[in-house]
């Protein structure tokens, strides 16, 4: 019997094409010292594995990324389930979403349906081992014959994202590669390894600034919705080995509670096998809180994904490093000590740590991962459908019933575009084709968009359309009472961030019929006036029409007092050709409306500034590469200035406007002297000097000095976040951040909406709202110190005067009520800006945008 068996599976083996391994083709073993695969290489190698794979892997190019590498899903089932995977596909969708489907009838569907999990890897590309593990994975998938594997392919579909981030991965290899054998082998790379985000593309997964979380917001959330994804990242090299599901405390509630059972579910599963093979060093339910930032493996559970992730341990890239037993630590959330406990049974001893270290530990967790969908595919398959279907009943039976975004809002253009986001999203929303009232008696215009929270994601629906409150409890509180650091902010609010008027609605809306299927149009319309056209300066689309208008050189003016139906801060546009109009409206959505008579009066001739944006090395700046993305998306031309440039001085000569993005003065300057803030990284290592002296920047005095003949010369200065420390302290403005050394006991403040008034009489706040929301993230706020020259000082932002708080958390706070939150200072024959709150944070802050885009024109 044994005989024949092993005569069978030979066979099997033998009628496969030959499978070249990962070592054979990249010429080295995968995760061994001082080696790393580039992109090219390894998208070569998925394409040869679909073409020896024996029908069971297949390679789809989703598209290219930011700067134009191929971005792979890779599938990988047995060869009948990629026969069938459209068909097995409809039934994932079905399950996922089974309003309508009757109980026998998902039996059915799930006795059929195949398990799906997706996976990616190395989203942070410093973080190389996913992206290095992942061929061996797909390898082991398609060449092993045992039944452990055979269960695996025919019970699960996996969805393999080879790097979440190509562009990173042939940075930080090309950089790697460069310093080998030198004093900086391993060492950082010193710009950001996306072009815009750096180690912010986590943080896009509801916004889908960029083209690999769009690709990734089709996989996980239009495409298909997998029953469980996770993320392969590293961590600091002093802790656990490696950190596996579930999350620690606190939780975000408003998913259903069978994702937060999963991820124990799976996680005690890989937990399991991990201490199986003889890894030690797993630490589970510790150091990553259930209420993280909503990137894509926080964001899944309210999709009804079991959302999880991995940490390793960092080697220094590809080089391994050597730690000492005593250098250990424990002192994260969930590891007060480094000893056992039981999430931490097993503590690594310490010694060398390598790549492939890192390497065998993941790979035991993706196969984990599999092997615990297989086992039990009909049971994820019936979760996934009870998930989605009480989620659609908690969303029918609670309050409000639906959110509406008003047709009638200050910017209809950035709503829609709000909205489109949400559709990316896999957010079902409707349209009323005609004007509608309330059970309330409140009244909307036709075109107003409906968001019903009886759909499976409702908890996400909750988050991005709601008022959120981070908790405020145990979990939350140190000891001594002190408020702990959320992982990132407090809120995802996205409506608040943009500046879009969301209601809640307590009944259901029956005049919404319109389901869209893809994003709403947002053409413009044009009229032609006898004096030409006027531009809605409410709309930030306007700035980008204007852009546009002025990169073909028409002349454009802007309205300074009302009058006639002009608002203040309206573009007129004398002339331009039909054909650019035409054009532009489509691309923008902008709506040209008639002018009939010139204006000159109260209106003014536009100037759009030369703009300078600094950027810095030093591992980059990750507000500098986002400031990049909201200008090109707007259309307003810079140029990127670096140290040497401004240490040359004469910056007038270039520039009208130089921006500095949020940044510690320290970062700016280079300069040792001023490091007043712990600007270390937590867990992870420390080094004199990691970058070569090329790459150490700081603009140091020569560029501080530089700066201040810039301003005093008539050029503004703009300074975003904690940058205005650097400008009220080096150009000596008689300004103070009110919440400077603040315990955080007595104010405490991350990243939350927080209500302000806006003079939107001053040019620098011309369509604004009166009062609105702006993002506070640990930011500064001002008081113009008593001086013999406070007419030199404008107040263009002030916080409300009680009842700060929208969403988020808030700490303490009276301090900020009635406190200047941006103030433009007259310096010799030019200006410093102060915006104290995250204007453009990561390209979501819409609501906000125009405070800088009006200082960059005149
Ligand atoms: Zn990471």
Same mark, same amino acid.
């Given at each position: 019997?044994?005989?024949?068996?092993?005569?069978?599976?030979?066979?099997?083996?033998?009628?496969?094409?030959?499978?070249?391994?990962?070592?054979?083709?990249?010429?080295?073993?995968?995760?061994?010292?001082?080696?790393?695969?580039?992109?090219?290489?390894?998208?070569?190698?998925?394409?040869?594995? =679909?073409? =020896?794979?024996?029908?069971?892997?297949?390679?789809?190019?989703?598209?290219?990324?930011?700067?134009?590498?191929?971005?792979?899903?890779?599938?990988?089932?047995?060869?009948?389930?990629?026969?069938?995977?459209?068909?097995?596909?409809?039934?994932?969708?079905? *399950?996922?979403?089974?309003?309508?489907?009757?109980?026998?009838?998902?039996?059915?569907?799930?006795?059929?349906?195949?398990?799906?999990?997706?996976?990616?890897?190395?989203?942070?590309?410093? =973080?190389?081992?996913?992206?290095?593990?992942?061929? #061996?994975?797909?390898?082991?998938?398609?060449?092993?014959?045992?039944?452990?594997?055979?269960?695996?392919?025919?019970?699960?579909?996996?969805?393999?994202?080879?790097?979440?981030?190509?562009?990173?991965?042939?940075?930080?290899?090309?950089?790697?590669?460069?310093?080998?054998?030198? #004093?900086?082998?391993?060492?950082?790379?010193?710009?950001?390894?996306? &072009?815009?985000?750096?180690?912010?593309?986590?943080?896009?997964?509801?916004?889908?600034?960029?083209?690999?979380?769009?690709?990734?917001?089709?996989?996980?959330?239009?495409?298909?919705?997998?029953?469980?994804?996770?993320?392969?990242?590293?961590?600091?090299?002093?802790?656990?080995?490696?950190?596996?599901?579930?999350?620690?405390?606190?939780?975000?509630?408003?998913?259903?509670?069978?994702?937060?059972?999963?991820?124990?579910?799976?996680?005690?599963?890989?937990?399991?096998?991990?201490?199986?093979?003889?890894?030690?060093?797993?630490?589970?339910?510790?150091?990553?809180?259930?209420?993280?930032?909503?990137?894509?493996?926080?964001?899944?559970?309210?999709?009804?994904?079991?959302?999880?992730?991995?940490?390793?341990?960092?080697?220094?890239?590809?080089?391994?490093?050597?730690?000492?037993?005593?250098?250990?630590? @424990?002192?994260?959330?969930?590891?007060?000590?480094?000893?056992?406990?039981?999430?931490?049974?097993?503590?690594?001893? @310490?010694?060398?740590?390598?790549?492939?270290?890192?390497?065998?530990?993941?790979?035991?967790?993706?196969?984990?991962?599999?092997?615990?969908?297989?086992?039990?595919?009909?049971?994820?398959? $019936?979760?996934?459908?009870?998930?989605?279907?009480?989620?659609?009943?908690?969303?029918?039976?609670?309050?409000?019933?639906?959110?509406?975004?008003?047709?009638?809002?200050?910017?209809?253009?950035?709503?829609? &575009?709000?909205?489109?986001?949400?559709?990316?999203?896999?957010?079902?929303?409707?349209?009323?084709?005609?004007?509608?009232?309330?059970?309330?008696?409140?009244?909307?215009?036709?075109?107003?968009?409906?968001?019903?929270?009886?759909?499976?994601?409702?908890?996400?629906?909750?988050?991005?359309?709601?008022?959120?409150?981070?908790?405020?409890?145990? $979990?939350?509180?140190?000891?001594?009472?002190?408020?702990?650091?959320?992982?990132?902010?407090?809120?995802?609010?996205?409506?608040?961030?943009?500046?879009?008027?969301?209601?809640?609605?307590?009944?259901?809306? +029956?005049?919404?019929?319109?389901?869209?299927?893809?994003?709403?149009?947002?053409?413009?319309?044009?009229?032609?006036?006898?004096?030409?056209?006027?531009?809605?300066?409410?709309?930030?689309?306007?700035?980008?029409?204007?852009?546009?208008?002025?990169?073909?050189?028409?002349?454009?003016?802007?309205?300074?007092?009302?009058?006639?139906?002009?608002?203040?801060?309206?573009?007129?546009?004398?002339?331009?050709?039909?054909?650019?109009? +035409?054009?532009?409206?489509?691309?923008?959505?902008?709506?040209?409306?008639?002018?009939?008579?010139?204006?000159?009066?109260?209106?003014?001739?536009?100037?759009?500034?030369?703009?300078?944006?600094?950027?810095?090395?030093?591992?980059?700046?990750?507000?500098?590469? $986002?400031?990049?993305?909201?200008?090109?998306?707007?259309?307003?031309?810079?140029?990127?200035?670096?140290?040497?440039?401004?240490?040359?001085?004469?910056?007038?000569?270039?520039?009208?406007? *130089?921006?500095?993005?949020?940044?510690?003065?320290?970062?700016?300057?280079?300069?040792?002297?001023?490091?007043?803030?712990?600007?270390?990284?937590?867990?992870?290592?420390?080094?004199?000097?990691?970058?070569?002296?090329?790459?150490?920047?700081?603009?140091?005095? #020569?560029?501080? #000095?530089?700066?201040?003949?810039?301003?005093?010369?008539?050029?503004?200065?703009?300074?975003?976040?904690?940058?205005?420390?650097?400008?009220?302290?080096?150009?000596?403005?008689?300004?103070?951040?009110?919440?400077?050394?603040?315990?955080?006991?007595?104010?405490?403040?991350?990243?939350?909406?927080?209500?302000?008034?806006?003079?939107?009489?001053?040019?620098?706040?011309?369509?604004?709202?009166?009062?609105?929301?702006?993002?506070?993230?640990?930011?500064?706020?001002?008081?113009?110190?008593?001086?013999?020259?406070? =007419?030199?000082?404008?107040? *263009?932002?002030?916080?409300?005067?009680?009842?700060?708080?929208?969403?988020?958390?808030?700490?303490?706070?009276?301090?900020?009520?009635?406190?200047?939150?941006?103030?433009?200072?007259?310096?010799?024959?030019?200006?410093?800006?102060?915006?104290?709150?995250?204007?453009?944070?990561?390209?979501?802050?819409?609501?906000?945008? &125009?405070?800088?885009?009006?200082?960059?024109?005149?």
């Amino acid at each position: 019997m044994t005989v024949i068996l092993a005569f069978l599976t030979l066979g099997v083996a033998q009628s496969q094409t030959h499978l070249t391994s990962p070592d054979d083709f990249f010429g080295f073993r995968l995760g061994s010292d001082r080696k790393m695969a580039r992109w090219d290489k390894l998208v070569d190698y998925y394409r040869l594995l =679909e073409k =020896e794979g024996g029908g069971r892997l297949k390679y789809i190019d989703m598209g290219p990324t930011t700067m134009g590498n191929p971005f792979l899903l890779v599938i990988v089932s047995s060869p009948a389930n990629l026969t069938n995977l459209e068909r097995l596909r409809q039934v994932n969708s079905r *399950i996922s979403d089974p309003r309508g489907l009757s109980e026998p009838d998902a039996r059915k569907l799930v006795s059929e349906g195949k398990a799906v999990v997706c996976q990616s890897m190395s989203l942070h590309a410093t =973080e190389i081992g996913g992206a290095q593990m992942a061929p #061996e994975l797909a390898y082991d998938l398609l060449s092993r014959q045992d039944e452990e594997t055979k269960q695996i392919l025919d019970n699960v579909i996996l969805l393999l994202v080879p790097s979440f981030n190509p562009d990173g991965l042939n940075m930080v290899a090309d950089w790697y590669a460069k310093n080998l054998g030198t #004093e900086y082998e391993g060492g950082d790379l010193p710009w950001l390894y996306h &072009k815009y985000a750096g180690h912010d593309n986590n943080r896009d997964a509801f916004q889908l600034n960029l083209p690999e979380s769009r690709y990734m917001a089709k996989i996980l959330f239009t495409d298909w919705t997998p029953q469980a994804y996770i993320d392969h990242h590293h961590m600091g090299s002093y802790g656990a080995r490696i950190y596996v599901p579930p999350y620690a405390e606190p939780v975000r509630p408003n998913a259903d509670p069978l994702v937060w059972r999963e991820l124990s579910w799976y996680g005690a599963h890989i937990a399991c096998k991990e201490e199986e093979a003889g890894m030690s060093g797993v630490l589970n339910m510790a150091q990553y809180s259930g209420w993280g930032h909503f990137g894509f493996h926080w964001v899944t559970p309210f999709h009804n994904i079991t959302g999880m992730l991995t940490e390793s341990a960092s080697a220094k890239v590809a080089t391994p490093i050597f730690i000492h037993p005593d250098q250990l630590r @424990g002192g994260a959330r969930g590891l007060p000590v480094y000893e056992e406990q039981t999430t931490f049974p097993n503590p690594w001893p @310490g010694g060398w740590w390598r790549l492939r270290d890192i390497v065998d530990r993941q790979k035991i967790a993706a196969w984990a991962l599999l092997d615990q969908a297989a086992r039990n595919r009909e049971t994820v398959l $019936w979760n996934a459908y009870l998930k989605a279907r009480r989620q659609t009943e908690r969303g029918a039976e609670g309050k409000p019933a639906v959110y509406v975004v008003s047709a009638n809002q200050h910017d209809p253009l950035t709503a829609v &575009k709000m909205v489109n986001t949400l559709v990316l999203q896999g957010v079902e929303v409707k349209q009323a084709p005609k004007a509608f009232i309330t059970a309330a008696g409140v009244s909307y215009p036709a075109g107003s968009f409906v968001i019903s929270l009886e759909q499976p994601n409702m908890g996400l629906i909750r988050y991005l359309l709601g008022r959120t409150f981070y908790p405020d409890n145990d $979990w939350t509180r140190s000891k001594d009472g002190s408020p702990i650091r959320p992982y990132d902010m407090a809120t995802d609010t996205m409506c608040e961030f943009m500046g879009v008027r969301v209601d809640p609605v307590d009944q259901p809306v +029956a005049a919404a019929s319109l389901k869209l299927t893809a994003a709403a149009p947002a053409a413009g319309k044009v009229e032609r006036g006898s004096a030409g056209f006027v531009l809605d300066g409410r709309l930030n689309d306007s700035f980008r029409a204007v852009n546009l208008l002025l990169d073909q050189s028409a002349s454009i003016r802007r309205v300074d007092r009302p009058s006639g139906g002009l608002r203040t801060g309206d573009f007129l546009v004398a002339s331009a050709p039909d054909s650019t109009v +035409a054009d532009i409206a489509k691309q923008t959505g902008v709506d040209f409306r008639p002018l009939a008579t010139p204006m000159n009066e109260g209106t003014h001739e536009l100037k759009r500034l030369r703009t300078g944006m600094y950027q810095r090395y030093r591992g980059g700046n990750i507000d500098e590469g $986002w400031t990049r993305l909201v200008l090109e998306q707007f259309a307003f031309p810079y140029t990127t200035l670096l140290d040497t440039e401004v240490k040359k001085g004469a910056l007038n000569d270039k520039y009208d406007v *130089i921006i500095l993005p949020d940044d510690s003065t320290f970062m700016l300057t280079g300069d040792k002297a001023d490091d007043r803030r712990d600007e270390g990284r937590g867990g992870t290592r420390w080094r004199e000097e990691p970058y070569p002296p090329e790459y150490r920047s700081g603009f140091g005095k #020569e560029g501080v #000095e530089a700066l201040k003949t810039f301003a005093e010369k008539g050029g503004t200065l703009v300074t975003l976040g904690r940058s205005t420390d650097f400008a009220i302290d080096k150009l000596e403005l008689p300004v103070r951040n009110v919440v400077a050394n603040r315990p955080a006991r007595e104010f405490f403040c991350p990243g939350s909406t927080l209500r302000t008034r806006f003079d939107n009489t001053n040019p620098l706040a011309y369509g604004m709202p009166a009062e609105g929301l702006v993002l506070f993230f640990y930011s500064p706020a001002f008081e113009i110190l008593p001086n013999d020259f406070n =007419e030199r000082y404008e107040v *263009i932002a002030t916080y409300a005067d009680r009842d700060l708080l929208q969403s988020g958390w808030l700490v303490g706070g009276d301090e900020l009520a009635k406190k200047p939150a941006m103030v433009a200072a007259r310096y010799g024959q030019g200006k410093v800006i102060l915006i104290g709150f995250r204007t453009q944070h990561r390209a979501q802050t819409h609501g906000t945008y &125009k405070l800088l885009f009006n200082a960059l024109m005149r």
